[in-house]
């Protein structure tokens, strides 16, 4: 059984910053990727970043140079370092986590419950 759980999603004026944390807890052999998505009402989730065990990071076209990812995903921990939000930034952020687990050790994707981020004019 693997969990995850997000923190440090609330409301703040455009221009502000917020940091979103996840941790990853449970049978967790490895973690070979975690990251960010997020999902705005009537919008598709899209990916935000992610970050793998090389440290190789992705982001979306729309946060580049505005939001940075770091992590230690041997101790199955993420963060997402939000700066200059805009209104747009608006959604559910859910944390995702590349996880292998007995019996197979493959990997497989898991995800947190999600944490509101809103954005204010």
């Known amino acids: 059984q693997v969990q995850l759980v997000e923190s440090g999603g609330g409301l703040v004026q455009a221009g502000g910053s917020l940091t979103l944390s996840c941790a990853a807890s449970g049978s967790i052999f490895a973690v070979n990727a975690m990251g960010w998505h997020r999902q705005a009402p009537g919008n598709q989730r899209e990916l935000v970043a992610a970050?793998?065990?090389?440290?190789?990071?992705n982001y979306a076209d729309s946060v580049k140079g505005r939001f940075t990812i770091s992590g230690d995903l041997a101790k199955n921990t993420v963060s997402l370092q939000m700066n200059s939000l805009k209104p747009e930034d608006t959604a559910v952020y859910y944390c995702?986590?590349?996880?292998?687990?007995?019996?197979?050790?493959?990997?497989?994707?898991?995800w947190g419950q999600g944490t509101q981020v809103t954005v204010s004019s």
């Open positions: 995702y986590a590349g996880v292998a687990t007995p019996p197979t050790w493959k990997y497989d994707n898991y």
């Open positions: 970050i793998t065990r090389s440290g190789s990071t």
